[in-house]
């Protein structure tokens, strides 16, 4: 993924390895302190970050006595990295702590929800084409696990939160596409997803229905059969009732199944 797609500004990257782009170069940030730094600021881009909640991100509940000095230091080098790659004055000094004085759409995390948003909106308006391309447009700025790297308790907690918007945006766009009758376009994706994530239902209630679709009953059956052995052995329990719902059908070769209004989109258990 290339940043500076979507601004020609300079552009930070949390959806992947911390990072920052200027004029397509990537610009390196020297340390995990001074890239926790970058990262936190940018998911408050245009609002300043309390120096408690800095300190907080880079040393966690203990940090050591010198650190509003560390801190001041850490900004400062990074305000002359920026400052030698041709972007000076981004990072503010306010009363209470800093700002990184950037447009939401510089920062690859909120350029990502803003597009979510969008999606949404086009949705309710009937165009699930235009719909499902947003989303795509939103996913391909996906480098890796967000903020991968930075360790800080604040920063996994806030990556943990985009990693799961990620998933669930995956599974909402295979539902519409679905919708859209891409079953064939989308299953290589779908067995790659429910493979990486073996216990989220909506993700294999999707791919038994593309398989299914795709003229492989006896493959979906399959796919049925070895998500339950998963459940049973590794958790103890049965699927839910909306895949065991949906095994029935196969069964008996329920037209429903191939019909674009099934509800792919139900929420089901985690």
């Known amino acids: 993924m290339q940043l500076e797609r979507f601004d020609s500004g300079p552009c930070f990257g949390l959806l992947g390895t911390s990072e920052v782009l200027v004029a397509g170069r990537r610009i390196s940030i020297a340390g995990v302190r001074q890239q926790t730094l970058v990262a936190m600021l940018s998911l408050d881009a245009g609002n300043t970050v309390g120096a408690g909640r800095l300190i907080e991100g880079i040393w966690g509940a203990r940090p050591p006595k010198t650190a509003d000095a560390q801190l001041r230091i850490c900004v400062s080098r990074l305000r002359r990295r920026l400052t030698e790659a041709g972007t000076p004055g981004l990072i503010s000094t306010e009363s209470h702590g800093y700002r990184l004085a950037v447009a939401r759409d510089q920062v690859d995390a909120h350029r990502f929800t803003d597009l979510l948003d969008e999606s949404r909106q086009v949705e309710a308006a009937g165009d699930r084409a235009e719909a499902v391309r947003l989303l795509r ?23 943990a939160r985009l990693d799961e918007k990620r998933v669930g945006t995956f599974e909402h766009c295979f539902g519409l596409e679905l919708r859209l009758g891409r079953h064939h376009h989308i ?16 993700l294999q209630f999707q791919l038994i229905t593309a398989l299914y679709r795709s003229g492989r009953q006896v493959d979906a059956l399959h796919a049925y059969r070895e998500i339950r052995r ?41």
């Open 230 to 270: 998963k459940f049973a052995k590794e958790l103890g329990i049965e699927p839910s009732q909306f895949l065991r719902t949906l095994e029935r059908k196969i069964l008996v070769q329920s037209p429903e199944l191939n019909n674009g209004t099934y509800p792919q989109e139900t929420r089901v258990p985690a």
């Open 137 to 159: 447009t939103a996913l391909d700025l996906w480098r890796g696990p967000a903020a991968e790297g930075l360790t800080s308790p604040l920063m996994r907690a806030a990556a």
């Open 187 to 202: 299953l290589p994706e779908l067995m790659a997803h429910a493979t990486a994530y073996p216990f989220r239902e909506r």
